[in-house]
């Protein structure tokens, strides 16, 4: 979603990890500390008796992120699971700022998790575009961040969403197309001071007045009375939200004002980061190419960015690395199949042998080369097919394919 390009953090030198919605800089090789995070937000870490919980609700074993702890904290998950247990209605709210012209792998996980939480709930989703977000906080036209938008709906529909069940909007053209939408954004708006607003986003007096505001645009999508089309005018359906945690100032702050606007609270499951090629203590940036994989990526390029740039855990030289082994916890190669590689039997693997020395940085990265190229090829593949028709279909508000 959000994602701040003018405040030089990264060029400081760095004594803490430092989260917010624009910013994401670690202290550490092995990147943030997510223990402290929580404690610092206030949230609460997954742990196995959520995961059961969840198993033995569904029926079924856990996404690999959630199996792994790339989703690893949490707020109200055990209310979300006790009206799904009810039989009872939820639904989920994601986001994209559309930034660049193509996506990278960073930008999938929230929405690989998502389709899984909308196949095995099956429950309805909105996707909020924010292309007002990235005109007021990049150098772009609203008219270049509207096209971005349409654009990067292609990349996410290509996940395979259903399209009787997903609405994926832009601010630009929703906003002004649904009065209810607004009306909620008001009374965000409403409730929430400036002091209040720059002690949780760290405004500062020359940021502009749009960028003040538009945390009520984000906070907005998390009740169901901004959707009255979705949910046949519904205000009390409660609502879930993977997000990475760099995003959970703006549902603090939603949390927050939601009972005195008569309103439920979302509850929300959030995900660790995914590291630039060049290590952890920061996050892929869509506007340095060598720090990604993109989505449009080719084969060569990938084998490319992996061989030239992915940070290595290993060894100095071949006898190094065979007698003490490679650090997992830094490697780049290793963390990317963390996310991506499903097999866990083969991962387990693959960190015993890196960690004693017996499989080299070199084999790891073929390793990794293999997974993405797999990925990113299927994902070419199903973008291709992907029709301005169904973009269209799936920005249209209607009424959703699920009973209430």
Known sequence: MAERVESGIAELEVQEDVVDPWNVVSKSATGIDYDKLITKFGSTKIDDELIKRMEKATGKPVHHLL?????????????????????????????????????????????????????????????????DEKFLWKDMTIEEANRLAHENTKDIIALGFDVEKTFIFSDVEYIGSCPEFYMNMCRIQKLVTFSQAKAIFGFAPCDSIGKIAFPAIQAAPSFSSSFPMIFNGKVDVPCLIPCAIDQDPYFRMTRDVAPRMGCLKPALIHSTFFPALQGAQSKMSASDPTSSIFLTDTDEEIENKIKRYAYSGGGATIEEHKQKGGNCDTDVSYQYLTFFLEDDEKLTTIEQEYSNGTLTTGKLKEELITVLQRLVGEHRRNRKLVTDEMVKKFMTPRKLNFQY
């Open 67 to 131: 199996r792994r702890g790339v989703f690893f904290s949490m707020r109200d998950m055990h209310e979300i699971l006790t009206l799904y247990e009810q039989k009872q209605p939820f639904f989920l709210y994601t986001g994209r700022g559309p930034s660049s012209e193509a996506m990278h792998l960073g930008h999938l996980i929230p929405f690989i998790f998502t389709k899984w939480l909308q196949d095995t709930f099956d429950v309805p989703l909105v996707i909020q575009m924010t292309d």
